[in-house]
């Protein structure tokens, strides 16, 4: 589940202050009192979206948003393209490669949700998918995302069955 926006008051304070008065990522952080990856990850945005100091102060913050935020194509399940597998196999097995970077490569490349089947698929924990998910607990995981594991639907079933004794 991705982390609640800033309001766009504090958006505009975060690209004001580096883009008007020059600051550094980590000066603007401070003043803001924010994460230096989450001021990073909004002026990234602005960026991508080409956007100046001198056009924000024209926008509304609906146009602002929609600038920072544009909405994702919507692709039908069937034509979503899956990762190259052994890529990946092979990615992960880098010295330096950490829970973080597979996020954002699964972010990037996919939304959450698609990763989050991809990685369930590949018979992944769902420890393991909360953590790369960045999910604070991992009843948030189980929440969202159980209904992706019909086998845990079946195995629950014939536990239960066993349990009581029932036919099989």
Request: glycine share 8%; hydrophobic share 40%; with cysteine.
């Given at each position: 589940?991705?982390?609640?926006?800033?309001?766009?008051?504090?958006?505009?304070?975060?690209?004001?202050?580096?883009?008007?008065?020059?600051?550094?990522?980590?000066?603007?952080?401070?003043?803001?009192?924010?994460?230096?990856?989450?001021?990073?990850?909004?002026?990234?945005?602005?960026?991508?979206?080409?956007?100046?100091?001198?056009?924000?102060?024209?926008?509304?913050?609906?146009?602002?948003?929609?600038?920072?935020?544009?909405?994702?194509?919507?692709?039908?399940?069937?034509?979503?393209?899956?990762?190259?597998?052994?890529?990946?196999?092979?990615?992960?097995?880098?010295?330096?490669?950490?829970?973080?970077?597979?996020?954002?490569?699964?972010?990037?490349?996919?939304?959450?949700?698609?990763?989050?089947?991809?990685?369930?698929?590949?018979?992944?924990?769902?420890?393991?998918?909360?953590?790369?998910?960045?999910?604070?607990?991992?009843?948030?995981?189980?929440?969202?995302?159980?209904h992706l594991l019909p086998e845990a639907d079946r195995e629950g079933a014939a536990a239960m069955?066993?349990?009581?004794?029932?036919?099989?």
């Open positions: 589940m991705p982390a609640e926006r800033l309001s766009m008051r504090k958006m505009r304070e975060v690209l004001r202050l580096k883009w008007a008065l020059g600051l550094s990522a980590r000066q603007v952080a401070g003043s803001a009192g924010l994460a230096r990856s989450t001021v990073g990850e909004y002026l990234r945005r602005a960026e991508a979206a080409g956007l100046s100091w001198q056009e924000v102060e024209t926008l509304t913050d609906g146009e602002l948003d929609e600038k920072l935020f544009p909405p994702l194509p919507r692709l039908p399940a069937g034509e979503r393209p899956l990762p190259d597998w052994a890529k990946t196999k092979q990615e992960l097995r880098g010295d330096h490669v950490t829970l973080y970077l597979i996020w954002e490569l699964c972010r990037v490349r996919h939304n959450s949700h698609s990763c989050a089947s991809l990685l369930f698929a590949q018979g992944c924990s769902l420890r393991l998918v909360m953590e790369i998910l960045g999910h604070s607990q991992i009843a948030l995981t189980a929440n969202t995302y159980t069955q066993s349990l009581f004794g029932g036919a099989g």
